[in-house]
């Protein structure tokens, strides 16, 4: 157990839907990373909080949102879900920043059809 | 641009055997970090190894050593001795501006017995 905690662990939805994946960080970490694992883009960087606010941004589309609450806990939101949207989704959790790499959840595969 | 290069879609290595999987990088950042992640079939990223660009030595966690040649911008993961719970994928990852990091595509290492 890595200590970060990812709900659900799968989740199957149809196109057009709006899911939401959570995350709860390892205790004692302030900064959330969300990533995208797919088939042809690889991992991808999505969003960075600290401390619940917004810290950087990389290739999340605009029908995907997140935010951190002030218990830490940070949630991914993905609405008009296309089948391209399949795929592994990390939330990941560090101290600070990133420069000494962080702790990735397991995952959440999500699968649209 | 930063990028992170594995050019060994696939390996394979005899059980007990070392192997060496290859990474390059580029980027113009004086301070960086390299790391190395596995991930089993179940999905999970596990943390193995990480080294900072200022650091002279290379990094070792057990098994694993990472042959950091920093005029080459190369930082290969060396596996010794060889076990079959060793077979996986195999990222190298880079930490980017913003505590991102950037990951390669990935070797995927099947150790036979």
């Known amino acids: 157990d890595s200590g970060v905690t990812q709900t659900p662990k799968h989740l199957i939805t149809a196109t057009g839907q709006r899911v939401t994946l959570r995350c709860s960080p390892r205790s004692g970490d302030l900064s959330v990373y969300w990533y995208q694992q797919s088939l042809d883009q690889g991992l991808q960087f999505l969003i960075q909080y600290y401390n619940g606010e917004e810290r950087a941004k990389g290739n999340i589309l605009e029908r995907f949102s997140a935010q951190q609450f002030p218990d830490l806990h940070s949630e991914l939101n993905l609405s008009s879900l296309e089948l391209g949207d399949s795929a592994l989704y990390f939330c990941a959790s560090s101290a600070w920043g990133g420069d000494y790499g962080y702790t990735f959840g397991s995952g959440t595969r999500l699968t649209v059809v | ?113």
Not at chain 2, 13 to 35: I, N, P, R
Not at chain 2, 97 to 107: A, E, S, V, Y
Request: some cysteine.
């Open chain 2, 1 to 113: 641009a930063q990028k992170i290069t594995q050019t060994q879609p696939g390996m394979f290595v005899q059980e007990k055997e070392a192997v060496t999987l290859d990474c390059t990088y580029d980027t113009s950042d004086q301070s960086y970090g390299l790391f190395w992640y596995k991930q089993p079939s179940s999905g999970e990223m596990i943390f193995l190894i990480y080294q900072g660009s200022y650091d002279e030595q290379n990094a070792t966690e057990g098994r694993y050593s990472l042959n950091f040649q920093k005029a080459r911008k190369s930082a290969n993961l060396v596996i010794s001795a060889s076990q079959l719970g060793d077979s996986a994928m195999y990222f190298c990852a880079m930490s980017a501006q913003g505590g991102k990091l950037i990951f390669g595509q990935g070797t995927e290492l099947s150790v036979k017995p």
